[in-house]
């Protein structure tokens, strides 16, 4: 979370001295650019250089602070009827075509990823982050000390539980925006996608779930891989070392992407449809979107740079500012519109998903507390009827007498669901889960923390390393076996989207732990539900 604010802070120093850059090159002048908005955009060419008029004209799937990278720019959120499936034309910088490649052989090779640069904004993402912890963190700092890789491990021997031991907004609100950046890495880098909206259909879903697959990977590789927060600063010998980023960050992180693609293209847009000016539109473009900003300072481009509209500098900014003009008086068609792009993925007409990602927050009341978390879950369909769900959830235990303890619980499970109804909008289902669960208490001693830290002394002390977690604070925990049954219903919105609301009984085979009665629970949840396999 500091991290990101950091980066945040980045975003307007360079806001403040990039305003004025040229942003595209050769642009066709103002007086020949006024033309109506088209509703279907056109294929452009493989390798275009500079737009010409009528292309330039084009609104909310045209122009751009950076060329357009291949033919077209939208994002899809309805049951829309599919697009032209011709594959998607070359990206304008895609690498240059070898000639003993045939042309169809080099259609493919320019819509594939990208992984090259994938992995180097990946890579400068984890310095920056690493960088900024190391900065502010004495503790990073002096576990540089030491043996690396004795202490890698058992930093992630430590992982347990759900809490982090962070608040609300690291794990929910920064993390989000970390998996939210995660998958704009991929999106930009993607030929295919790169230029997705929300309301392209199922072009757009795809790349979320692509997304959402890289977001995963890239944090594990954050929390707990070979140049991450447990090798490089032990965190986990530092904190509480719970999963609830591991969860979290992929899952929230795509959603929280979702929410920046649909603000985008309805908040900013319609901002950028009424006003020219410069600095609103740029912190709007940055604030609402996070991610997003932070994913183009990583490729080192401005944090407001957008491919699907026109710049903000130069000919582009005199187009904007008579376009959105004559729109405001009436002489003049909307300048940004949104039109769906041609499709270059094979529809699905399925009524019935194959394969479903949930991500949700959870309400759990066990032994007179309160549990409050969240968790994703991920099921796959035998046949009409029929699922096996796996999940993964947590949450932090309330009602402690005081601050200085601590708890939180960790359910695990799979098993069969039953969806007699699932090809239908309105999808009443039971489950019933079998798994464990993990209950950890713990107490802290602050004080002696602080005393610790002194005789530290930022390596000036007695003590010779920053003190660890078992050095102040005590913890014990159970793990047992774990039944979770109930139901709820699906309410589909779209094809690709619905919501669930559920409710379960829970009971695990475990005694007490430290006062906290885990064995007969009930718990309820809310659930984004992403449906794969009908559209």
Not at 75 to 91: F, H, I, Q, T, Y
Not at 103 to 116: E, F
Not at 253 to 263: A, P, Y
Request: aromatic share 10%; with cysteine; glycine share 10%.
């Amino acid at each position: 979370m500091r991290t990101l604010a950091a980066a945040s802070l980045l975003s307007l120093v360079l806001t403040t001295q990039g305003i004025g850059q040229t942003q595209s090159p050769a642009v066709a002048q103002p007086d020949q650019l006024r033309k109506p908005v088209a509703v279907v955009p056109e294929p452009e060419p493989a390798l275009p250089t500079a737009p010409s008029p009528e292309k330039a004209s084009r609104t909310l799937d045209r122009g751009g602070d950076n060329p357009p990278d291949h033919n077209g720019g939208s994002s899809g959120d309805d049951d829309l009827p599919p697009g032209n499936d011709m594959p998607a034309e070359p990206v304008g910088n895609a690498p240059p075509v070898e000639q003993n490649k045939t042309p169809n052989q080099a259609d493919r090779a320019a819509m594939k990823i990208q992984w090259t640069p994938v992995i180097k904004e990946t890579l400068l993402s984890t310095a920056v982050m690493q960088t900024f912890n190391l900065w502010t963190e004495a503790g990073t700092r002096d576990a540089l000390n030491g043996h690396w890789f004795q202490h890698y491990i058992q930093s992630v021997s430590e992982l347990r539980g759900w809490s982090d031991s962070d608040r609300f907004m690291a794990p929910y609100v920064g993390h989000s925006i970390q998996g939210s950046s995660y998958g704009y890495i991929l999106r930009q880098n993607d030929p295919r996608y790169r230029t997705v909206q929300w309301g392209d259909g199922r072009d757009y879903w795809i790349s979320v779930l692509h997304s959402l697959a890289f977001s995963a990977i890239a944090h594990v590789q954050w929390k707990i891989g070979p140049i991450s927060e447990a090798s490089i600063g032990n965190v986990m010998l530092h904190a509480s070392p719970g999963f609830i980023t591991l969860v979290a960050t992929p899952t929230v992180g795509t959603m929280t992407m979702i929410g920046e693609d649909v603000l985008d293209r309805y908040l900013v847009t319609g901002l950028e449809n009424r006003s020219t000016n410069r600095m609103l539109i740029i912190l709007a473009r940055c604030f609402l979107s996070p991610g997003r900003s932070f994913t183009n300072l990583m490729s080192f481009k401005r944090p407001w740079d957008r491919p699907v509209r026109l710049g903000l500098a130069g000919s582009d900014y005199l187009l904007r500012k008579e376009m959105v003009a004559d729109f405001k008086n009436g002489i003049g068609p909307k300048p940004f519109e949104f039109s769906k792009r041609p499709q270059v993925s094979e529809p699905q007409t399925s009524k019935v998903a194959s394969i479903e990602l949930a991500a949700f927050p959870t309400y759990e009341h066990f032994g007179g507390r309160n549990c409050v978390g969240g968790g994703g879950s991920g099921a796959t369909r035998l046949n009409s009827d029929w699922q096996i769900v796996a999940e993964v959830s947590g949450c932090l235990i309330m009602g402690f007498p005081s601050a200085v303890e601590s708890g939180d619980s960790l359910f695990y499970g799979a098993g069969p669901r039953w969806t007699p109804r699932a090809s239908h909008r309105v999808s009443p289902y039971l489950e019933v889960l079998l798994g464990g669960r993990k209950v950890t208490y713990d107490l802290n001693n602050p004080e002696l923390h602080e005393q610790l830290k002194d005789a530290w002394n930022n390596g000036d002390g007695t003590l010779p390393h920053y003190p660890t977690r078992s050095d102040w604070s005590f913890e014990t925990a159970e793990n047992g076996f774990s039944i979770a049954s109930g139901g709820g219903v699906d309410f589909v919105l779209t094809r690709a989207f619905a919501w669930r609301f559920s409710s379960q009984y829970t009971h695990t085979w475990m005694p007490d732990v430290a006062g906290m009665h885990p064995q007969n629970g009930f718990r309820f949840t809310t659930q984004a539900v992403l449906r794969i396999g009908t559209w």
